[in-house]
């Protein structure tokens, strides 16, 4: 009776399973383009997402998100939850944590959850890495990649609540949400067809001053 799996508890999954899926991810949520109202729109996305989840609601946790070029340009910056002191609220160190964050997509060109788990699966330290200092190898940043630019990331996307794996998890299913609506709005214009230009209207012609000669 002890090798009833009915009873059998999930086993979870490896780092090098978490590492490989975070990869996966990356290579499968690509953007045609984007741009900064596509930021704004994202950013918004995920601001909701966290509002809306027992994490912020019943457990009172904070958020901090930020959307940056590869450059450093910021296109969207919002705090979800106030400063403070009391558990769950944001911090300034939430704020450093996500810039350490998104240093370490700048640094290896992948997703900083993929990062994490990859070092956990190989036993690598972050000083073998090259990855000390200022950086934060916490799950929650994720590249943006364009589809005919495979040589590096446009841009990153990073939330922080003090969770790796559900700020990774928030972050690549906001993206691939935002994806498909993507995709949608695009078949629906091909179905449609591009609009159509109304025809300017016509000059009348005055014609009180032409004669007819016979």
């Known amino acids: 009776m002890f090798n009833d799996t009915r009873y059998a508890r999930p086993v979870p999954p490896s780092d090098a399973e978490l590492a490989t ?15 900064a109202n596509d930021a704004v729109t994202l950013g918004l996305s995920l601001r909701k997402r966290f509002r809306s989840s027992s994490r912020h609601q019943r457990l009172g946790k904070g958020l901090v998100i930020s959307i940056q070029t ?74 943006i990649w364009l589809e005919n630019a495979p040589c590096c990331p446009i841009a990153v996307v990073a939330c922080y609540s003090g969770s790796s794996a559900d700020d990774h998890h928030m972050v690549v299913t906001s993206i691939r949400d935002y994806l498909a609506k993507m995709a949608e709005k695009t078949r629906e214009t091909s179905i449609r067809g591009p609009p159509r230009s109304m025809p300017s209207p016509g000059i009348p012609q005055d014609t009180s001053s032409v004669s007819t000669r016979t």
């Open 70 to 143: 590869i450059v450093g340009h910021t296109l969207f910056s919002c705090t979800v939850g106030d400063l403070g002191t009391h558990a769950g609220d944001v911090s300034l160190d939430s704020w450093a944590c996500l810039e350490g964050m998104v240093a370490v997509v700048r640094r290896t060109g992948h997703s900083s959850f993929y990062v994490e788990k990859g070092m956990g699966a190989t036993g690598k330290t972050p000083k073998q890495l090259g990855i000390q200092g200022d950086f934060r190898i916490y799950g929650g940043a994720f590249p």
């Open 21 to 35: 899926k975070a990869l996966d991810e990356e290579a499968s949520y690509r953007f045609p383009s984007f741009t």
